[in-house]
């Protein structure tokens, strides 16, 4: 009996032992599980947090940007740049303005470009070219005698060779939105019928300001006056020039054609701008308003060449009406006239020795 009494309380013990073992399991598992619990709380607290405060921080966001180019109401960039002020400033609710200023009402050419680089609220819609002071192989990106065709342009930018020069443009604290504003090519447009470059000896054009384009006319055989494009009409009919350089959409929307009546088509650059901000205050914009920036301008480059494209032959056929003469040219005489601009952008504005051979190797890819 009394062996049986001691076996009863070793089960008893054995029992409730094991019930107090899981008890305690349990209660470590549930305090387990709330310590996972809370933390995982606080931690979507935070996160709702920081989101909470980001959202606050863009919405007390607001920036006012210039925009500035030359173009003339009629010109296709000019439109252009109208509906992007617009659809930015729409579509990010105010809190980025663009200001649009064309006809060379603020500061244009290297004078915004400066603007840009010191950092103000500014975008510059200006030829690629006038990137080279800082980042010497734009110039001979542009250079003459090089694209046949849009699609040759935008290719370019999608090879290494461009993707470095847009790094280095970045680290000089220029940002490119796009350089696909296009608008046809450029050619001579003057009253004589220009053939070969010798045809252009003793003739003066008018220019832009930027130092390449002065001298791929020079090369080309006439003599470069730079002047704003408001100027033009009124020098030609004074004679302080004969003619200048400059696309069809220009020689139309300007009214140009009323005092020239002859386009060489040379086609010795592309027609296109690039818009160009400061990289730190592209970088201080939210990023859900600096998308819609980047897809505004994106999309209007689009627009751009479309209507452009589109609006070719009519403008064409307008300026013929008007009494406007389209003359061929001898492309290979004008083609190796322009070589010595090359040697020029490497001796005289330090591009890499190499450049012309590089672009003409990925433009022969391209075209192969």
């Known amino acids: 009996m009394k062996n049986a009494k001691i076996s009863y309380r070793k089960r008893m013990k054995a029992i409730v032992s094991s019930v107090l073992g899981v008890a305690l399991i349990l209660g470590t598992l549930s305090g387990c599980g709330g ?19 980001t959202s606050a921080a863009d919405d007390d966001f ?17 439109k252009t740049m109208e509906a992007i002020g617009k659809s930015v400033t729409e579509k990010t609710d105010g809190h980025i303005k663009v200001q649009v200023f064309g006809q060379g009402q603020l500061s244009v050419y290297n004078d915004s470009m400066e603007q840009v680089e010191r950092g103000s609220n500014w975008i510059a819609v200006e030829e690629p070219s006038y990137l080279s002071p800082y980042v010497p192989d734009f110039g001979a990106l542009v250079g003459p005698m090089l694209y046949r065709n849009n699609d040759e ?29 296009v608008f046809g090519f450029r050619s001579v447009c003057t009253n004589k019928a220009v053939k070969t470059p010798s045809d252009l000896h003793g003739m003066k054009l008018r220019s ?35 003619g200048f350089e400059g696309s069809e959409s220009t020689l139309l929307g300007t009214g140009a054609y009323e005092v020239v009546k002859n386009v060489s088509l040379t086609n ?12 730190k205050v592209y ?16 999309q209007g480059a689009k627009d751009c060449r479309a209507a452009s494209e589109k609006d070719y032959e009519g403008t064409v056929k307008k300026l013929k009406d008007a009494g406007v003469k389209f003359n061929e040219v001898d492309m290979d005489a ?5 070589n010595s601009v090359y040697d020029w952008l490497v001796a005289e504005k330090g591009c890499s020795p190499d450049i012309h051979e590089k672009l003409l190797a990925e433009l022969k890819k391209m075209r192969a």
């Open 35 to 53: 310590s996972s619990a809370t933390s995982a709380s606080k931690a979507n607290s935070a996160a709702a947090g920081a989101a909470s405060e």
């Open 62 to 78: 607001h920036i006012t940007i210039k925009l500035s180019h030359v173009f003339q109401p009629e010109e296709q960039v000019y």
């Open 153 to 181: 342009w935008e290719k370019m930018q999608e090879t290494e060779l461009y993707k470095d020069m847009a790094k280095k443009a970045e680290e000089k604290g220029f940002h490119i939105l796009s350089m696909n504003y």
């Open 208 to 242: 832009t300001k930027s130092p390449l384009f002065v001298k791929t006319i020079e090369a080309m055989g006439a003599a470069a006056t730079p002047m704003a494009f408001t100027e033009c009409i009124s020098a030609i009919q004074t004679g302080t020039v004969e």
């Open 268 to 279: 010795h650059f592309i027609a296109t701008r690039g818009a160009f901000i400061n990289e």
């Open 283 to 298: 970088n201080s914009i939210p990023e859900k308003y600096r998308k819609i920036l980047d897809e505004e301008f994106a």
């Open 334 to 338: 004008f083609t190796e006239s322009c």
